[in-house]
């Protein structure tokens, strides 16, 4: 007798931890009764000893032409109750829904994130690469929520100019040098100071953004220019600093470094344009690895410069566990 699994457990590499991915169709749709059902979920999570897993991928075939996959991320807030932001996305996570819900798939797939589309593009050696796209593809100049290139927000550490960007997430991008810190050494090595400047920062930016501050969005990372052909990036979860970037980030950061072109100028597209890389083929450098992300441009029928697409990749991703435990209290209707 073959076990069912209820869920699995998948992680893609950089992501600063697993995801836990569910049949959405086995799942309330009401958000309170939903909500209730990940408590129960993530209290399960804690009670075996799994409480490093703070994301959840709520997937299911699609039944939309041209897609193979419906995905939904719910992000866990750190705190002592379960306390979850539905707003935000995750490119780790999506990933990790895909090898985890479509075992063994060898070929391309278009994953539907809410308003978003994502292309997955299997590659060599198991990895992926992701291509976002927002239908109909946005104006550069409608990315920036306050309708500037920057903003200056102040903190009780003192003003900063940032970017605010809003593509595959909303982003505050500051420079690592308004922070004080100097070289990649510098960055990488900051400890709970800059992270508590940094995390001030991004409250400033979700008020701005009209966001709860408390909640997981908008997204912030510092950026340098210290290398020739290189952006070096370190951004920050709800638990600390993030071990690479999120997919995401690459994203948004690809974005406003194209929006600099048209909006007059952005903290990223500035710091691009001294260490000579540009949107078309950006290189990324992290504390572990180096990304490379390509945004895709166009002319809308009004004239308006357009973003179509932002690619990013090689990504890989692993199932974990497969949980047989059932997990439902209940029978959700799809």
């Known amino acids: 007798m073959t076990t069912q699994v209820a869920a699995r457990i998948a992680v893609a590499d950089g992501a600063p931890c697993p995801t836990l991915v569910l049949d959405r169709h086995r799942l309330p749709r009401e958000e309170p009764a939903l909500r209730a059902e990940l408590a129960r979920i993530r209290r399960w999570l804690l009670r075996t000893g799994r409480g490093h897993v703070m994301k959840f991928a709520l997937c299911s075939a699609s039944d939309r032409p041209g897609y193979d996959l419906e995905y939904r991320f719910v992000q866990c807030l750190p705190g002592r109750a379960p306390h979850f932001d539905h707003r935000s996305r995750c490119g780790h996570s999506l990933l990790a829904g895909v090898v985890a819900t479509l075992p063994g798939t060898t ?63 909303p982003y505050a991008f500051v420079a690592a040098e308004s922070l004080g810190l100097g070289s990649a050494r510098e960055l990488y090595g900051a400890g709970a100071e800059s ?54 980030g690459a994203v948004c950061l690809a974005a406003a470094v194209a929006a600099g072109d048209v909006a007059g100028s952005t903290v990223p597209g500035r710091l691009a344009a001294r260490t000579g890389c540009g949107p ?9 690895d180096t990304v490379t992300v390509s945004a895709v441009t166009g002319r809308s029928p009004a004239g308006e410069t357009c973003l179509r697409a932002v690619g990013v990749g090689p990504k890989r991703a692993r199932v974990l566990e497969e949980i047989t435990e059932p997990l439902w209290r209940t029978r959700a209707s799809a």
């Open 107 to 169: 070929r391309s797939r278009r994953v539907r994130d809410g308003a978003a589309d994502v292309h997955c593009e299997p590659g060599p050696g198991g990895s992926w690469s992701l291509q976002y796209a927002r239908l109909p593809s946005p104006p550069l100049t409608r990315l920036l929520p306050t309708g500037s290139g920057t903003d200056r927000l102040r903190t009780p550490e003192g003003d900063h100019e940032v970017s605010l960007v809003d593509f595959g997430n």
């Open 195 to 248: 992270l508590g400047r940094l995390r001030s920062l991004r409250a400033a930016a979700a008020r701005a953004l009209r966001c709860p501050e408390d909640g997981a969005l908008p997204k912030i990372a510092a950026v340098g220019a210290w290398e020739p052909g290189h952006l070096t990036v370190r951004s920050v979860t709800g638990t600390g600093w993030h071990p690479t970037l999120a997919v995401t």
């Open 280 to 288: 078309v083929a950006l290189r990324l450098r992290t504390a572990r």
